[in-house]
């Protein structure tokens, strides 16, 4: 397993690691023209304040990357963005771009979606790597395995002991401590879950195609407040309107992946021939067949929550 160690902003560390109880962060980077690949889903994401606190300070279990406008990131993450509003987001951006502040602009920028975030207490804080030079302008993977990424894992392991964390990216079963690390599937915050659900059904609607951006909503097929899980296969894209009507049962999705109108929106409306127009049509489904929605999912809305 790999991690990237991570250049910090020192007041994004400061205002997150006051709260205690978030469960994802967005590490987010001013520009928005290029996506992070450094790793994959599963591993480590750590963070190094800037010299001379040359240390690692915390970290998460990489999810997801993506370039996102200023306003979506600001409405999926809030406070897990590490400001304490959006005019404060929006002039740090400007800060770090160093250009002349745009009224009203949505920014693009660059995110990188990290869950279970921990937070060492300063005599716990590890040391930057051996190699770690101060050039470095981002940040640098290590190979978790071997060398100086060893050490690494080693020394974040004993840190969190004594702190009692438990390292959210060692399986359960991956055997005693100092052992291996190993790669798990990073469990999906509410914000999480909304870009990953956006991005893959390409931003566009399951239903329609529509894409402006603004009016697409993330839904549960299984609502999170009915026992479902932030689970990409728990979710679909719909256009906000489509998204109520899913949510109060006027809709539905067959197992077999067709859209279902319930006639009750023409009995208790009088209207809906547009959606009607809708029955029948299958759902634009993302092109990995793990993201696609569950049928299982779509068999309990069906039971539970359509009104046919």
């Known amino acids: ?20 109880s978030l469960e994802e962060v ?22 190094k304040l800037h010299s001379p606190r040359n240390f690692i300070v915390g970290g998460g279990v990489f999810a997801h990357a993506t370039i996102l406008p200023l306003s979506l990131a600001w409405e999926a993450f809030r406070d897990a963005n590490g400001v304490r509003s959006l ?3 929006r002039s740090r951006i400007e800060y770090y771009r160093k250009a002349k502040p745009v009224p009203d602009e949505d920014y693009f920028i660059g995110c990188i979606l990290l869950e279970q975030p921990f937070f060492l207490p300063e005599h716990s804080w590890v040391p930057a790597p051996e190699d770690w030079k101060p050039s470095i ?33 060692v399986a359960a079963d991956a055997g005693p401590r100092f052992g291996a690390p190993t790669l798990v599937q990073p469990r999906l915050g509410q914000g999480s879950f909304r870009i990953l659900v956006t991005d893959v059904y390409d931003r566009r609607c399951a239903i ?10 993330a839904a549960h097929i299984r609502p999170y407040t009915r026992g479902g899980e932030h689970r990409i296969d728990n979710g679909l894209l719909l256009r ?10 006027y809709m539905t999705v067959s197992a077999s992946g067709d859209l279902e109108i319930s006639r009750r929106i023409r009995e208790e409306f009088e209207n809906g021939r547009d ?24 068999i309990w809305h069906n039971e539970n929550v359509f009104r046919g």
Do not use: C
């Not at 397993?1 to 205690?20: C, G, H, I, K, P």
């Not at 329609?208 to 909503?217: A, C, H, I, K, M």
């Open 87 to 89: 005019a404060e987001m």
């Open 275 to 298: 959606y009607y127009a809708l029955h029948g049509k299958p759902l634009r489904l993302p092109e990995a067949i793990t993201s696609r929605p569950a049928s299982e999912m779509l």
């Open 208 to 217: 329609t195609g529509e894409r402006t951006l603004p009016v697409l909503e």
């Open 26 to 47: 967005n590490f987010w980077r001013p520009g928005g023209t290029h996506q992070f690949r450094a790793i994959n889903p599963g591993e480590l994401f750590l963070w």
């Open 1 to 20: 397993m790999r991690a990237y160690v991570a250049l910090t902003d020192d007041r994004w560390y400061e205002q997150l690691s006051a709260n205690s």
């Open 240 to 249: 906000s309107d489509l998204h109520t009507l899913f949510d109060r049962g």
């Open 137 to 169: 302008q981002q940040g640098k993977r290590y190979d978790l395995d071997v060398g100086v990424g060893r050490d690494l894992w080693r020394r974040l392991e004993r840190a969190l002991a004594v702190t009692r964390f438990e390292l959210p990216s």
